[in-house]
Structure formats: C-alpha cells, structure tokens
C-alpha cells in the first residue's frame, strides 16, 4: 500500500494532467466543427482578435482566473466554458485514478483517454448539435485497440488476453451502433414526419450559405443539412406564392430534396440558386429520432465499456432525458428540452457506468428478486 503522501501525490499528479488534457480538448470542442486543423497553428489563439497566446498567459486553470476570463491582448471576454472543460477533466481524471487500485494503475490510461473523448463529444454537441466522426469512429476504433492492449477492460467478461479484449471490444461497438440503430430506425418508422399548418401564411425564405443553406419559416431559422442526415429525405411545402430564380409562382405544392426543389415537372438545383422566397400555408418536415452521430457515438461507448454498459447507457440516457424532459413541461418551459442534444446524455450515462454502473445493477436485481412480505 503506498505511503498516503505519495498517493496524495499521484492524485495531485491525475488532475493536474487531466487539467492539462482539458486545455487541448478546448482546441478540440473549438476548431473540430469548424474543420480547423488541431495543430496548425500549433498554439491557442483568442477567438475575437485571433492573437496567438502565449504559454504563460496558457496555463490550465491558472490563467483564465488570472486574467479574469479576458484575452490578454485584446481583453475580449474568454467563455468559462474554457475553465470549466479543464477543471472537468481534471476532476474526470481523478476520479479515474482514484477508481484504479494500486495493483493496476495502468487501466487508468485507456479511460483517460475515454473520458477525454466524451468531455469533447458533450460540449461540440451541445454548441452544434454534432458529433465529428473523429470522436465516434475515431473513439470506436481507439477502444478495439485499447481493448487488445489493456484486455483488463472487459475482464468482467473474462478478456485475459488482447484477441480476446479486442473481441469484446468489437462486440461492444457493433452492440452499441446496433441497438441505437434499431431506435432511429423504428422511430422513423413512427415519428419520421412532422405536418405544420398555419391559420395565416406565413413567410418562407431559403438562402444559400456557402454549401449549406439557412430555412426561415416565420420566426424559426433552421440549417438545411439538419433535414437531410440521410440525403434520401424529402420536404414539402405549400405556398401561397413562391418566387425562384426571380420568377414567381401562386398556389403551388413544392418538393425539396438536399440539392433540388421541385416544382410540378420543373426543377432547380440549389447549388446553383441563391434565394426562395415566398409565403407558405403547411410544411411537412422530415425528422430523425435521433441523430446519426449518436448512433455511432454508442459505438465508442460500446468499444470501451463493452454491451453490458451499452444497456445501462441507453436506459439510463433515457430516463434523464425523460426527467429533463417532464420538468421542462411541468416548467413550461419545453425549449429546454428541444435544445438539448442527447449525446450529452449518452456521455452521462456512460460515466454513470464506468464510476458506478455494476453496483448500481447489482444493487436493483437484488432489490426485484427480494421476496415479498
């Protein structure tokens, strides 16, 4: 058993580094959506002026409440969202260190490296409603070769040995894409359009942006790409008028595709046009139950905990989403809920299980199998 000053110094040693860690993972949650290199250019700059920052004004946790969480060239406020990441992580990796006996410290790294993932995963979800397939894929086969190096990972499955940890780490991707694959699907099958009407019509404006687009329907402004995960999905609209490539149209049904409208037997790439504008009386809007980035965020998940953890995760994303979900209504306040993505949810899940999943288990089949008085 190691001497308590030295243990306390290897805790010290695990948040520090996790601190560490956060800080690149702020580069990540930032440049990853944005298709900026991670490395290039290979030190942080302020987001407002673009200065690049120096090491000493870079120091994890340090220098964001030295500075009082301003950019020291240009003194634009630094959201604590960049504080907040490094001491999550930190925190995360003591917990981990802390979860690892002594005897076998090592395991500590692939969960390391894990838990790294799912802070990234959670917060470019919650700004952008997506996760980089270098997260979901990129985790899913990280945890196959993790799970042939450190088989330790699924000993609860019996993995002595690294072809067998890489099995179960296979099984557990596949479990985890498989299992949420199969929601998405049946709740298409259920909920896979949503029809709005209007008493009045109301206005309609689709603006090429880039190789994207925004839809503005009255008050709301959606992305394009939003409706079109699969790129086979179809919207339609009525429209009182509508007016393409400057030539108007009244009372007309429009189809749109990802890169078409459609309009009778007529046609117009969007690629090549540049606004639709008009007023629109019903809509009828394609939706997932989920999105396809979850999917295979489960996949990750599954690679590193294994099909065990893939239940707990589902059941337990599920109902604190549920619970989030009722007190939004009961607050009336339903935006809360709507704005949410659930890989945040998946993420606490996952954590859930890694800290205290198989107690957590144990604890209620023994509280159904206790006999009734």
Known sequence: MPHPFYALYLEAFAFILGACIGSFLNVCIYRMPRNLSVNNPRRSFCPKCEWQIPW?????LVSWLALRGKCANCHAPIAFRYFGVEFLTGALFFAVWLKCDASDW??????WIFVSLLVVATFIDFEHFIIPDEITWGGAASGIVLSAIFPDLHLSEGA?????????????AAAGYLLLRSVVELGKLAFGRR?????????????RKGEDADLTVGTD??????????????LLMDCAWVEIQDERFEN?????????????????ELNTTDRVSGEVTEVVIPREAMGLGDVKFMACIGAFLGW?????????????????????IAARRRDWSAKIPFGPYLALGALAWLFTGPQLVEWYLGLIARPQD
């Open 56 to 60: 000493w004004n870079n120091l994890p």
């Open 195 to 207: 029809k709005l009407k209007f008493e009045k019509p109301e206005a309609l404006l689709w603006i």
């Open 106 to 111: 090592f395991i500590a790294l692939p969960y």
């Open 308 to 328: 065990k953890a893939v239940l707990f995760t589902v059941m337990a994303a599920s109902l604190v989403g549920s619970i989030v979900g009722v007190t939004a």
């Open 160 to 172: 002595t040995a690294p072809l067998t940890g890489a099995m179960w780490g296979l099984i557990g």
């Open 221 to 234: 402004q959606m992305l394009w790409s939003e409706f079109f995960q699969r790129g086979n999905e179809k």
């Open 252 to 268: 007309v049904a429009l189809q749109w595709s990802c890169d078409w409208v459609n309009l009778g037997a007529r046609k117009w």
